[in-house]
């Protein structure tokens, strides 16, 4: 059974500085990995989408890897913004069935 | 604009009576469903819906129904709510099942 860790669980970083999140996954046989964000009190929002034949993507100060043999995404946000504190959760879909995957979230706090 | 629509937003309850969670997207998707969201667990999936009149269990779906008679509506039912069942509720869609998700504001259900 597919299952997503996310490392760290919280992190707070002075605002600037570039940060790295971290997604993890036990099944590589996936189809494509999404990250989105979570403001309090909101519903996700889809960040960056990358398909299982892709490396990255890049939208903006946000570039998403994927190394789907090690079964590992990050999330690179660079010159990071008050505006960027909030929860952000990596999921994917696995190639043989219908059912996203979550995982537990980073809850992210840039402070000015 | 292109949206999932979530009603109610709050909604309390008692235990046992019957109550209905609407979901409308007018992006024309195939592909919706339904997740809760609660502290420590995660976003689990609970039904989701390739097509109309085509639906399947996610991962938690004990004590919901849901229908899809027309494309843009997936309403979740919970026809006897029980106390465990106090979360927060998402509604999904993307096209085809593979894509960007795109998610409602969220319902949060309380069942005392």
């Known amino acids: 059974k597919q299952e997503v860790t996310q490392i760290p669980a919280a992190l707070s970083v002075p605002e600037g500085e570039n940060l790295v999140l971290n997604c993890s996954f036990t099944?590589?046989?996936?189809?494509?990995l999404q990250w989105f964000r979570q403001d309090p009190g909101k519903g996700l929002t889809s960040l960056l989408l990358?398909?299982?034949?892709?490396r990255e993507q890049t939208s903006g100060r946000l570039n998403a890897s994927l190394d789907k043999s090690s079964g590992r995404s990050t999330l690179y946000i660079a010159a990071s913004q008050p505006g960027d504190s909030a929860t952000y959760l990596c999921?994917?879909?696995?190639?043989?069935?219908?059912?996203?995957?979550f995982g537990p979230g980073t809850r992210l706090s840039v402070l000015p | 604009e292109a949206q999932v629509t979530q009603n109610p937003r709050y909604l309390i309850t008692v235990t046992g009576k019957k109550l209905t969670v609407t979901c409308s997207q007018n992006?024309?998707?195939?592909?919706m469903s339904w997740y809760r969201q609660d502290p420590g667990l995660g976003l689990r999936q609970i039904y989701y819906?390739?097509?109309?009149?085509?639906?399947d269990k996610g991962d938690v779906p004990e004590g919901y129904k849901v229908s899809r008679k027309e494309k843009r509506n997936f309403p979740l039912i919970l026809e006897s709510p029980s106390p465990n069942q106090t979360s927060l509720y998402f509604c999904?869609?993307?096209?085809?099942?593979?894509?960007?998700?795109?998610f409602g504001s969220g319902t949060q259900l309380s069942v005392l």
């Open positions: 999904a869609s993307s096209q085809a099942g593979a894509e960007k998700l795109f």
């Open positions: 099944d590589s046989a996936i189809y494509n």
């Open positions: 990358i398909q299982s034949s892709q």
């Open positions: 999921a994917v879909r696995p190639s043989y069935g219908q059912n996203f995957v």
């Open positions: 992006m024309n998707h195939e592909y």
């Open positions: 819906s390739m097509n109309v009149e085509v639906t």
